[in-house]
Nanobody
């Protein structure tokens, strides 16, 4: 079983910055990618950014140039640096992690989320 714990959320004014972190614990045989997602009130959970096992990154158009995803493989940590925050970035941010078991089975794990609130 893998547990994911997000941290770093909070309240900030528009134009400010926050850094989210996701710490994974438990046995991870291998990873098949990880990412950040967000869900605003009344909306679906959407992809913000993801990073594949080879380091390839993808970003939602709305955050390109403002957010940067990174990972620390040794520490099983995933980060999201968020700059130039806008009010529309307000949401609960979730860490998602794809894990490959020894059997080859793929499992997706989610953290409980961290609230990011951007005020004008």
């Amino acid at each position: 079983q893998v547990q994911l714990v997000e941290s770093g959320g909070g309240s900030v004014q528009a134009g400010g910055s926050l850094k989210l972190s996701c710490a994974a614990s438990g046995y991870i045989f291998s990873s098949c990618g990880m990412g950040w997602y967000r869900q605003a009130p009344g909306k679906e959970r959407d992809l913000v950014s993801r990073i594949s096992i080879d380091g390839t990154t993808n970003y939602a158009d709305s955050v390109k140039g403002r957010f940067t995803i990174s990972r620390d493989n040794n520490k099983n940590t995933l980060n999201l640096q968020m700059n130039s925050l806008k009010t529309e970035d307000t949401a609960v941010y979730y860490c998602g992690w794809c894990v490959i078991a020894r059997t080859g089975q793929l499992n997706n794990y989610w953290g409980r989320g961290t609230q990011v609130t951007v005020s004008s």
